[in-house]
């Protein structure tokens, strides 16, 4: 079965500084890899994708991630940590099931990292 | 526009009640999602819709009890539901539901569900 670990539920940085959110991936298959985003009182947001085209992506609002096979990692990041930044950020892996002659694509969620931003 | 609404944004009920949590999407997209998310918690899979059919049902208890009335409408009836059933509950939609393995979900904002 595929999973995906965020290392850190809490990560705090100053306002102008890295943010570095970890997330690893355990697949037997290449993995498709998400980021998405939650602010307070929210649905979930998209940020990025892993679709094997490119190893490192491109998301919205400054963010990044870079696949590393050899880490099998997918970490998130952005140079320079805005206060609007602050929210709650999930990893997930895209698994491909069949169940009753069905197939469908499922989601698994890593547990989450909550982001605080700092003036 | 990868927009998925959702209704009421709040609700609350009590153990005896009878209600329905409502999500649309006017992006074509074939496949529709209902997820619960505890707090502090990811969300997690309740049930999948493809091309109107019921495809996946993850263990659900009959106290929940999905519909897909057209392609762009997704209904969640509520009955006797439980205190332990309150949590955010998301709808999410996606372009194609099993042929595409990159195909990406789009969440809406969720209604905040309380049960007393």
């Known amino acids: 079965a595929q999973s995906v670990t965020q290392l850190g539920s809490h990560v705090s940085v100053s306002e102008g500084a890295l943010v570095l959110l970890r997330c690893n991936y355990s697949?037997?298959?290449?993995?498709?890899l998400f980021w998405y985003v939650q602010y307070p009182n929210q649905g979930l947001q998209l940020l990025l994708k892993y679709t094997s085209a490119a190893t490192l992506v491109k998301g919205i609002n400054g963010f990044e991630a870079e696949f590393k096979k050899s880490e099998t990692s997918f970490h998130l990041t952005k140079p320079s940590a805005h206060m609007s930044d602050a929210a709650e950020y999930f990893c997930a892996v895209r698994s491909f099931s069949n169940a009753g002659g069905t197939s469908y694509g499922k989601l698994t969620f890593g547990q989450g990292t909550i982001l605080t931003v700092h003036p | 526009d990868t927009e998925v609404t959702q209704t009421p944004k709040h609700l609350v009920m009590g153990m005896t009640n009878k209600k329905s949590l409502k999500c649309e999407q006017h992006m074509g997209h074939r496949a529709m999602y209902w997820y619960k998310q505890k707090a502090k918690k990811p969300p997690e899979l309740m049930f999948v819709y493809s091309y109107e059919k019921l495809s996946i049902n993850e263990s659900v208890p009959s106290r929940f009890s999905p519909e897909c009335p057209n392609s762009s409408l997704l209904n969640l009836h509520l009955h006797a539901l439980q205190p332990e059933d309150s949590a955010l509950y998301l709808c999410?939609?996606?372009?194609?539901?099993?042929?595409?393995?990159?195909?990406?979900?789009?969440f809406g904002p969720g209604t905040r569900l309380t049960v007393l």
């Open positions: 999410a939609s996606s372009r194609d539901p099993g042929t595409v393995v990159t195909d990406t979900q789009y």
């Open positions: 697949s037997s298959v290449p993995p498709y």
